[in-house]
């Protein structure tokens, strides 16, 4: 009974800012890490950050500086604050745990930048 929801993706104009969450359950949150992905349109899916249990994060190169992500281990939810947005961030935006010997994903959140 794992399960990821995120929420949070919307419309927004360049430069503005959106914070993605992704609620939990199935899994043991305090000790799992933890990712966000983003897949546009005809492109691979590719990592925009992480963090493990301890709370050390890693980002992509092309988000450095303006995303950060966070855990609240007694709500079971990691979010992604986006700053800065750009046109080229449009993608869908998906939460994902490794757990269990298996890699699990949310249904995703539609993240769109207008120029």
């Known amino acids: 009974q794992v399960q990821l929801v995120e929420s949070g993706g919307g419309l927004v104009q360049a430069g503005g800012s959106l914070r993605l969450s992704c609620a939990t359950s199935g899994i043991i949150f305090s000790i799992n890490p933890m990712g966000w992905y983003r897949q546009a349109p005809g492109k691979q899916r590719e990592l925009v950050a992480s963090?493990?249990?301890?709370?050390?994060?890693n980002y992509g190169n092309s988000v450095k500086g303006r995303f950060t992500i966070s855990r609240d281990n007694a709500k079971k939810t990691v979010y992604l604050q986006m700053n800065s947005l750009k046109p080229e961030d449009t993608a869908v935006y998906y939460c994902?745990?490794?757990?269990?010997?298996?890699?699990?994903w949310g249904q995703g959140t539609q993240v769109t930048v207008s120029s």
């Open positions: 963090i493990s249990s301890t709370g050390s994060t």
């Open positions: 994902n745990a490794p757990a269990y010997g298996n890699s699990y």
